[in-house]
Nanobody
């Protein structure tokens, strides 16, 4: 199995930046794609970004494209989400996930505990 531990969330003003990290342990030798999802209270969990196991392919939700960047460092078993030009509507609990490439929750087998991002206006 794979364990995922997220960090880097916090409170930031609109227009500011944060970098989220997700450290993986366990079966990290497997060629997992990685992704970030987010969920605001009372709302559906939504896809944010995904990256292939090699890091050669990325895909973003339209709402974050150009502002958020996903990357991974396999030597450190870590995936990142660089968040720039943050908006209040980015406020949510952010989750990282490992599994096969996709944009839905069902396509991922392992999930982190979540880290809160709050953007004030």
């Amino acid at each position: 199995q794979v364990q995922l531990v997220e960090s880097g969330g916090g409170l930031v003003q609109a227009g500011g930046s944060l970098r989220l990290s997700c450290a993986a342990s366990g079966r990290t030798f497997s060629p997992y794609a990685m992704s970030w999802f987010r969920q605001a209270p009372g709302k559906e969990r939504e896809f944010v970004a995904a990256i292939s196991w090699s890091g050669s392919r990325t895909f973003y939700a339209d709402s974050v494209k150009g502002r958020l960047t996903i990357s991974r460092d396999n030597a450190k078993n870590t995936v990142y989400l660089q968040m720039n030009s943050l908006k209040p509507e980015d406020t949510a609990e952010y989750y990282c996930a490992a599994g096969r490439w996709g944009t839905t929750q069902a396509e991922y087998d392992y999930w982190g505990q979540g880290t809160q991002v709050t953007v004030s206006s």
